[in-house]
């Protein structure tokens, strides 16, 4: 798996422009940084595989006092392939490699398909939280050591 940052040059391959989600995700994405750029490595990324793009993966913010928060989402039609579970090992080492002691995701409070991923990758669920846009969800926590 490749994971490209969600960039403005990412944003204009014909791939992306011509799909309405995919142009819109990228927007959505840039929309988020400072000016338009990402603090690298703390981007959203397009997850890439055999040439197709798969999922999107992100870190939700910078860290905040060696504590990050992960996200990921796979696109329809490639769920159940180990996809998403890819994409958060891929955002898990990335943490590894620039020193984050804390790794975080949330997921709605159910046993789901999210919830499994977690679990494999050694997340602890920890409590439930209230997101302002998602109601209560379950926070999940990986300590890297």
């Given amino acids: 798996m490749k994971l490209i940052p ?34 690298m490595p703390w981007a959203g990324y397009l997850a890439e595989e055999n040439g197709m793009l798969v999922g999107t993966c992100a870190f939700k913010t910078p860290p905040v006092s060696g504590r990050v928060e992960i996200a990921y989402f796979t696109f329809p039609g490639f769920e159940g392939r180990g996809v998403a579970t890819r994409m958060a090992r891929n955002l898990i080492a990335l943490t590894e490699q620039h020193g984050v002691t804390q790794v975080k995701a949330q997921t709605l409070p159910e046993t789901n398909a999210s919830a499994w991923i977690l679990k494999k990758l050694g997340f602890k669920r920890i409590g439930t939280v209230h997101h302002p846009e998602d109601g209560d969800v379950w926070e999940w926590q990986l300590d890297n050591s």
């Fill in 6 to 39: 969600i960039t403005a040059e990412v944003a204009s391959r014909p791939e992306v422009k011509d799909s309405d989600f995919l142009s819109g995700l990228c927007i959505a994405t840039l929309s988020l940084y400072p000016e338009g750029i990402p603090e």
